[in-house]
């Protein structure tokens, strides 16, 4: 079992900064893929960002240019979401997720509980 644990949300002026960041632990050997969602009220939860094991990335048309996902060096099992620029339609409920492998080699797909992100002047 994993267990994804997110932080770092808040309320932020339209134009200013927030890292997100997401923690994993349990019995894990591997992380294959780092994802970010977000989900804002009333519409659908949309993806914002994809990392690799092998540090590729993808972002979605929105986040592309204004936010960053990192992996913490020190950390193996934490990454962050570096968010700049940030817009009111930024504003949503922010999820970590994650495809991992356990140490019996199953593979299984994780959520965190999400932090909440307000952009508003």
């Known amino acids: 079992q994993v267990q994804l644990v997110e932080s770092g949300g808040g309320l932020v002026q339209p134009g200013g900064s927030l890292r997100l960041s997401c923690e994993a632990s349990g019995s894990i050997d591997g992380i294959d893929v780092w994802n970010w969602y977000r989900q804002a009220p009333g519409k659908e939860r949309e993806f914002v960002v994809v990392m690799s094991s092998g540090g590729d990335t993808r972002y979605s048309d929105s986040a592309k240019g204004r936010f960053g996902i990192l992996r913490d060096r020190a950390k193996r099992n934490t990454v962050y979401l570096q968010m700049n620029s940030l817009k009111p339609e930024d504003t949503a409920v922010y999820y970590c997720?994650?495809?991992?492998?356990?140490?019996?080699?199953?593979?299984?797909?994780?959520w965190g509980q999400g932090t909440q992100v307000t952009v508003s002047s």
């Open positions: 997720n994650v495809v991992a492998r356990d140490y019996r080699n199953y593979v299984g797909n994780y």
